[in-house]
Structure formats: C-alpha cells, structure tokens
C-alpha cells in the first residue's frame, strides 16, 4: 500500500540527509526565493518578484489567506488518501495547475521546455503563456500527452487571436484561459527604477515571432520602418543584439533583415486591447470548441456574466498584485463568486498560493483548484527542469500531509466546514 506522496516526500527527504545530501533546491519558499534572486540578473528578479504600486495588493493575497484557519478533525482514518480533484473532466492529481508566466527565460535558458518537462512528469497542467519565452510547439512537444491548456492575451488583431487559438488546439491544449487584467501593463515601480521591459529586449515574444500572421504583417511593419534615431548607446547596441538573439533564425539576419526590431515594434504596438468588452467574447466563443476561463475575475456580477457569455471557468486572480494596487484579495473575492457561480462552472485561483495549506484553505472556500505562479519560477531559477520539478512535488507533498492531518481523505471533500476565520 502506497503512504502517499507526502510522507513518500519527507522520507527520501530525510534519508537523503542521513546520508549526508541535503535538498538543492531549498523547501522553504523564502530561501527557494533567495536561491532565486541569486541567479538572475537584477532586472529578471524585479520583472518576477516585483508589483504594482506600493505592492500592497501582493502583501493583502497572503493576508488573506492567513485570516481563514484550517480547524483540523481527529480520529478519521487517513491511512490513504486522495488529493485529486476533477477540472473540466481532467482529473488533476493534486488540486494545482502551473500558472502562465511569461518570459521565463530571465529564470532559466531552458525556460517553459524545464517547465513543461517537469509539469509533464508530474501530470500537472501547464498553462503556455501567450508572453512565453519558447513556441508552444515546442513547449507541447517536451510534454508528450501530458495535460496543458493556453493563455491568451487579445491582441488588436483578431486573426492573430483565431490563429493563437488555432495553434493551441493542435498543440494538444485542453482549455483557453483568457486573461482579462492586463489590456495595460500595471504601474510596476521595481521595473521602472530599472527602465526594464524585458520585451523591448525581445523576450517573451515568441508566440508572436513563430506566428505566421504575426511574420506576415511584419512585412508590413518593415515597409514602414522607422530609422533609428539619437545617439547609438552601448545599451542601444545591447538592446538591438538581445532583440537580434530572441529572434528565429540566425542572428545576423535578423538585424539585417530589420525583422527582429520590426518584431519587438510590432509587439508593442499590437500586444493589448484596451476596449476589449464583454460583447467580443462572441468571436473566441464561435472560432474554438475548447473550454474557455476568464482569468482575473474579481467580482461576482463579472463571474455571472462570464456564465451568460458561454465561458466554462474562471480564474479568481489579481495576477500576483502586479496590475491594480489596492486590488481585493483573491481569497477576500472567492466566497462570493463562489456563490453567484453556485458549482456552474470550475472556479480557479491564484495569487498568493505558497504552501498546501493555502490550497487547502481556496479548496474549502469553494474553488475547485488553484494555480501555482512564483515559486515554480522560483525552482526554475534556482534548479532549471529539476528545480520545478522540486518545487511540484514538495507542494503535492505538503498539500497531501495537510489533508490527512486535517483529518480529510478525499480532497474533494473539503469544504466550508474544514475552516474558520479569524
Ligand atoms: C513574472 C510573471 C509573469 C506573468 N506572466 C503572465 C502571463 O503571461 N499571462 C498571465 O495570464 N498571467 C501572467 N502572470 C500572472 C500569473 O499567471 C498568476 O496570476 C500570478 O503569478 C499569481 O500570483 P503569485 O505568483 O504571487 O502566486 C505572471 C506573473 C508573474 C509573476
């Protein structure tokens, strides 16, 4: 009989130590962080840590968490136990999807193909970012049959929509997430005391560059290309060489070419939509037969609309904190989206989750799973493939201890009853 991957995890944790090897990846999220921050460049590790405004919102989704309090029962036979859940008919084997984060190539060389790898192995989701650092081809492809789903952010193109979308089904991708909250980027002050974007270098672009109606309307760009102007920098040439390197295909044609400037140009110019509105759902609903979640829902009457529009999930997220400072909470949001959504439609949430008892606590207010953000990057950074694959499991592990401690066996079964708030 299997004692389940959470006492599974301490033990070859401890025996390891017995003789004489210690993790590599640190367990504790703190020192995973460090570990981290150790091994990026300053501007990576601002572009990653960092959020909006005073960071207020990031501090207040942890706040959150800790106001509601897992009150553990006894005597309730926990010998085996089941931390799977079911999302969208996939069962999950721990309650957790890999959130898309973008440009992880400031963590990792090996970037989304580490993640990928070590989500594949594990058989948790991986969500592709639409601002990744590597095609989803080739993403898809590290993961075998492994489950993923597709983020996407609506670009002023439509046909660059429906060929993202397109792309995505036969990558194999189960779902398309949509994410609402970032038609701007946030006012993010780490990044701006550094004057770094990073996709002004030319990264996180790579959907876009291995997109053949993106490559064909930069054709167009091209033919309208401005000339450089001002001084040539040294951090001018850096920029054009990092945007050149980013680009497909060999270096020297793509500053030659212009392509891989005109690419970043492009970018900036079409990446976002701010008048996107609620009546454009019409056109991803009728061009996929994917599920659909809006990422970013915060309010109620915005999940029931979600409902109304056709979408077939919802993500509770304030993207980590790093778009409205000042934002709710996700776990302060969840109960009454919970409610309005009354078990119609999976509900997901992120931001803030860094340990099981965090996903114990959203499993109890009513979410059906959670996604993991930071910390997997965290492990990325610190232990490429292995390092994510470190960090997975060490929250499987947790999450499946917590459960059974709490005195609940079957994930599915946690409910309002398991905590309290204080
Ligand atoms: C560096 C970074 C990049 C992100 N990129 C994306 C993205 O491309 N698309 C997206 O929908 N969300 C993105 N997010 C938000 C995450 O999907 C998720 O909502 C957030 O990380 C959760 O907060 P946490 O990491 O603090 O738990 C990003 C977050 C971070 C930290």
């Not at 020192?31 to 960092?50: F, H, N, P, Q, V």
């Not at 594949?120 to 590597?134: D, L, T, Y």
């Not at 009546?279 to 915005?302: N, Q, S, W």
């Not at 930071?374 to 929250?395: K, M, S």
Request: with cysteine; glycine share 10%.
């Amino acid at each position: 009989m299997s004692v389940g991957i959470g006492r599974e995890r301490q033990f070859e944790i401890y025996v390891a130590g017995a003789r004489g090897s210690y993790p590599t990846v640190p367990v504790s999220v703190e020192r995973l962080d460090a570990a981290a921050r150790k091994r990026m460049s300053a501007e990576g590790y601002a572009y990653i840590a960092g959020g909006a405004g005073t960071e207020e919102t990031m501090r207040e989704n942890r706040a959150a968490f800790e106001r509601w309090r897992i009150v553990p029962r006894m005597l309730r036979d926990c010998s085996t136990r089941d931390p799977s859940v079911d999302v969208l008919g996939t069962r999950l084997p721990s309650p957790f999807v890999l959130c898309p984060i973008g440009v992880l190539e400031m963590a990792h060389h090996d970037a989304d193909v580490a993640v990928a790898r070590a989500a594949a192995a594990e058989g948790i989701p991986f969500v592709f970012s639409n601002q990744a650092s590597r095609p989803m081809e080739e993403t898809a492809k590290a993961m075998g049959d492994a489950p993923r789903w597709f983020q996407l952010y609506w670009s002023t193109s439509n046909e660059l929509v429906e060929s993202l979308v397109s792309r995505a089904e036969r990558c194999g991708c189960a779902a398309i997430v949509l994410t609402l909250d970032t038609t701007m980027l946030g006012w993010r002050i780490r990044d701006l005391d550094l004057a770094s974007l990073p996709f002004l270098q030319g990264k996180g672009i790579a959907q876009y560059t291995s997109d053949p109606v993106f490559v064909e309307a930069l054709h167009e760009t091209l033919k309208e290309e401005i000339p450089a102007t001002g001084r040539v920098t040294v951090a001018a040439i850096g920029t054009l060489l990092s945007q050149a390197r980013a680009y497909p295909g060999r270096r020297i044609d793509a500053i030659r070419s212009g392509l891989a400037r005109a690419a970043v140009r492009r970018f900036v110019e079409t990446y976002s939509r701010p008048s996107l509105s609620w009546d454009d759902l019409a056109f991803l609903r009728e061009r996929t037969k994917l599920p659909i979640l809006l990422k970013g829902v915060l309010h109620e009457a915005d999940a029931l609309a979600a409902i109304e529009h056709g979408m077939n999930g919802i993500v509770v997220s304030n993207h980590g904190g790093r778009q409205v400072d000042g934002a709710i909470a996700t776990m302060d949001a969840l109960p009454g989206i919970v409610e309005a959504v009354a078990g119609r439609v999976p509900i997901v949430l992120d931001s803030g989750i860094r340990s099981g008892a965090d996903i114990f606590r959203a499993l109890a207010l009513g979410a059906s799973a959670v996604g993991l953000g930071r910390p997997y990057v965290w492990g990325l950074a610190a232990g490429g493939e292995e390092g994510v694959r470190e960090v997975i499991r060490n929250f499987r592990a947790d999450f499946d201890l917590t459960i059974g401690l709490a005195g609940v066996s079957v994930a599915r079964d946690i409910g309002r009853d398991n905590v309290t708030r204080v």
